[in-house]
């Protein structure tokens, strides 16, 4: 038995980042995004139709930390009038941003409470989300969570409540053009993450399994081609499509090992999370082979019938894109990846994995 759910409405495609107005319609609305000249001019465009946002919240750079939320969270409650909706203009980090200001109503005690004491939260307050991602990675337009991350203490936390998910994701592939060539690769790769972390995945299913297979197989034709050609809309198109449809499919299941590898690896070196979270992808899907029929087929309709040469096939496409398969490139020792890889093996996202790695506990 198997379920497979998603209650997002998707608006795709070049320029449909023009129906904000329409959407947003008579609601106040709040606007989360990047202090960046380029995000400021389209919020401008969004005010022809909208008016303006009773609060603009620009104060996330990337990686959302518990003491930027919670100034975020501060100045939403300080709009002269309640947001009816919020609007996220921007990457992972502004739609995850938008998540927790939404859930928080003003309060981001409200938020920690639940992400370290595990106190409910009421998803009937929380403020709906119109997401409009700006990159083609982190599927978080369509997923019900988001990353928190606590630099000082060196912890992430993952909120998660199924009123999270936006009621609308605008997905504007032109909105991606600007996006340079590292932000291009770091994202493009996260979302090959998600779609192979959702196949070897203990709720993987038919749905979320096709989804993730058009995701990897688009992604690895077109993502090189797009690094020769960051200017191409018909590449960018393509690659905003397929980081959709990976975040559909990983809606559903969550990531896995390779994710929580990746969480103190960006924590303690900085390592950008799409790279943090695909370099080991290889390493992860050696460890999945053989453990499930369903798997390793999924697998195969992407990487081909011979799943060794399938797993090296995935290295040559990451180090051909200038990204090192070994640990040692992201300071850690052998001793150190045994110690991560064993102590992300028993985190949540670790324990779905399906497959078991062969390192010495
Ligand atoms: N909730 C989820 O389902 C989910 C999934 C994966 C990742 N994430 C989170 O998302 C975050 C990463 O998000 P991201 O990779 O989209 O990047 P990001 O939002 O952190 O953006 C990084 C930088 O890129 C710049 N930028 C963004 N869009 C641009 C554009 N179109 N043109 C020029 N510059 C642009 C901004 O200056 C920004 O500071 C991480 O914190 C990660 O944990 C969340
Ligand atoms: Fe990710």
């Keep these: 038995m198997w379920a497979y759910s998603n209650p997002v409405r998707i608006e795709f495609g070049a320029g449909a980042a023009g129906k904000l107005g329409k959407i947003i319609g008579r609601r106040r609305w709040a606007l989360v995004t990047y202090d960046m000249p380029v995000f400021r001019g389209i919020a401008a465009s969004i005010q022809a139709e909208a008016g303006p946002p009773s609060v603009v919240i620009d104060n996330i750079v990337t990686n959302p930390d518990v003491r930027d939320l919670a100034l975020s969270c501060r100045q939403f409650a300080a709009a002269p009038s309640k947001p009816e909706v919020i609007v996220a203009l921007g990457g992972g980090s502004i739609i995850d941003a938008a998540k927790v200001v939404a859930a928080a109503q003003g309060d981001f005690a409200r938020v920690m409470n639940a992400l370290t004491g595990g106190a409910a939260l009421d998803g009937s307050t929380f403020t709906p989300i ?14 019900s969570w988001a990353t928190v991350w ?31 060539q590292g932000l291009t690769l770091a994202t493009g790769l996260d979302a090959l993450s998600h779609a192979l972390e959702s196949i070897w995945n203990v709720s993987a299913n038919p749905i979320s399994s096709n989804h993730a297979v058009a995701a990897a197989r688009e992604i690895l034709d077109v ?4 690094m020769k050609d960051l200017g191409n809309a018909e590449l960018r198109e393509r690659q905003a499509r397929a980081a959709l449809m990976a975040g559909l499919a990983f809606s559903n299941t969550k990531t896995a090992l390779a994710h929580n590898i990746s969480y103190d690896i960006t924590l303690h070196a900085g390592t950008v999370h799409g790279i943090a979270c695909s370099f080991s992808l290889p390493t992860v899907m050696r460890w999945s082979l053989g453990r499930s029929a369903a798997c390793d087929a999924t697998l195969r309709r ?3 019938d011979d799943l060794t040469v399938g797993a090296e096939r995935l290295t040559a496409f990451l180090e051909g894109l200038g990204v090192s398969t ?13 110690a991560l890889v064993t102590k992300a093996s028993q985190g949540e996202r670790g324990r779905n994995f399906i497959g078991r790695h062969d390192l010495a506990d």
């Design 302 to 304: 992407i990487l081909g």
């Design 326 to 338: 070994r640990p040692s490139s992201y300071g850690l020792s052998p001793a150190d990846w045994r």
């Design 223 to 226: 993502l090189p081609k797009l």
């Design 130 to 143: 119109i997401a409009v991602p700006s990159t083609a990675g982190t599927g978080s337009e369509v997923t």
């Design 150 to 180: 606590d630099q000082e203490s060196g912890n992430k936390y993952s909120l998660a409540h199924g009123a999270l998910y936006p009621e609308v994701a605008i997905v504007d592939p032109q909105l991606t053009l600007g996006a340079p």
